[in-house]
């Protein structure tokens, strides 16, 4: 199990270094290194699978430690997932984006029969802008979803290290009052975790709103 958990680990950080490389990449060989990204990470979740089951055949002593070393890489993993995506998103938004811009270049006008002037220049500005507030509220979007998506995996975090706190304490012995001082403890974690949901959902409201 250690091989396979430092190798995985060896993965991650390969997956750090193509995040910083697909940033300084030129725009013809970023999807290649999206390529490359997507199938880091399709092995790492193959090795997160295994060291699942590997996980469940270590002695007792060993079991919980363990436990917490995947669950972390699994959290790892798909904290890169997101991130990857939301590139992927913003790419394929820019590509449109050029793909309109060089339809309305290209584009043939005529005079109509009252010889009105067609304001290119204008109408290409207009369409930037309009353009441009897309992006920015696509971006706004993406960050959202990427900040709801974290809250959930921190409280599936939360949960799964409050049952590993459980059964350490329980190997540990400690006593009851203890053990309701974490508990009291967790469920005002959880109360903070919803209350920052809400207002994130409330902000991206109030801006889709006054920018739309």
């Known amino acids: 199990m250690d091989i396979l ?3 995985t680990s060896s993965l991650l950080e390969e997956v750090h270094r193509h995040f910083m490389r697909l940033e300084r990449s030129p725009p013809e060989s ?17 090795n ?14 060993r079991r919980v430690a363990a436990r ?8 790892d993993c798909r904290h890169f997932q997101t991130s990857l995506q939301n590139a992927i998103h913003r790419r394929l938004g820019r590509e449109q984006e050029m793909k309109e811009r060089e339809e309305l270049l290209s584009q043939r006008f005529s005079p109509n029969p009252q010889n009105t002037t067609i304001m290119i220049d204008t109408s290409l500005q207009t369409n930037t802008s309009l353009q441009n507030a897309n992006r920015g509220i696509n ?5 959202g979803n990427s900040m709801l998506t974290n809250l959930r995996e921190q409280k599936m975090s939360l949960k799964g290290a409050h049952k590993k706190i459980l059964d350490i304490a329980n190997t ?4 009851n009052t203890v053990m309701r001082l974490i508990e009291k403890r967790t469920y005002q974690d959880k109360y903070i975790l919803f209350g920052g949901m809400i207002l994130t959902c409330f902000f991206m409201f109030v801006v889709v ?3 739309t």
């Open 172 to 175: 540990l012995g400690l006593s």
């Open 139 to 143: 971006e706004l979007l993406d960050s």
């Open 5 to 7: 958990y430092h190798r």
């Open 48 to 61: 997160c699978t295994k060291l699942d089951i590997l996980v469940n055949k270590e002695i007792p002593s």
């Open 68 to 75: 917490v070393q995947v669950d972390q890489l699994k959290y």
């Open 209 to 211: 709103k006054y920018l």
């Open 30 to 46: 970023i999807a290649l290194v999206e390529q490359d990204l997507q199938s880091l990470l399709d092995t790492i979740n193959e």
